[in-house]
Nanobody, 121 residues
């Protein structure tokens, strides 16, 4: 089994910053893409940013220039640095990892439990 544990959410004022972390653990053979999604009540979960094992990144338009995704392959950890936060960034943020556990070539999607980010004055 593979588990994802997120940390770093919280309450921040508009214009502030937060850094989210997500560490994968368990019977991991390899992790390919890691990503952050977010969801607000009544809306579908949306992709915020993703990063490949080689470091190629992708961002949704609304966070370009404000958020930075990075990862440490040795630690199976992904980060999301969020700057210039806006009230519309308020959501539950979920970590996602796509990879294979030990002893299989099958690829699975794994999800964290979610961490609340609230941007409010």
């Amino acid at each position: 089994q593979v588990q994802l544990v997120e940390s770093g959410g919280g309450l921040v004022q508009p214009g502030g910053s937060l850094r989210l972390s997500c560490a994968a653990s368990g019977s991991i053979r390899i992790i390919y893409t890691m990503a952050w999604y977010r969801q607000t009540p009544g809306k579908q979960r949306e992709l915020v940013a993703s990063i490949t094992r080689g470091g190629n990144t992708n961002y949704t338009d609304s966070v370009k220039g404000r958020f930075t995704i990075s990862r440490d392959n040795a630690k199976n950890t992904v980060y999301l640095q969020m700057n210039s936060l806006k009230p519309e960034d308020t959501a539950v943020y979920y970590c996602n990892a796509r990879g294979s556990p030990i002893a299989t070539q099958r690829v699975y999607d794994y999800w964290g439990q979610g961490t609340q980010v609230t941007v409010s004055s």
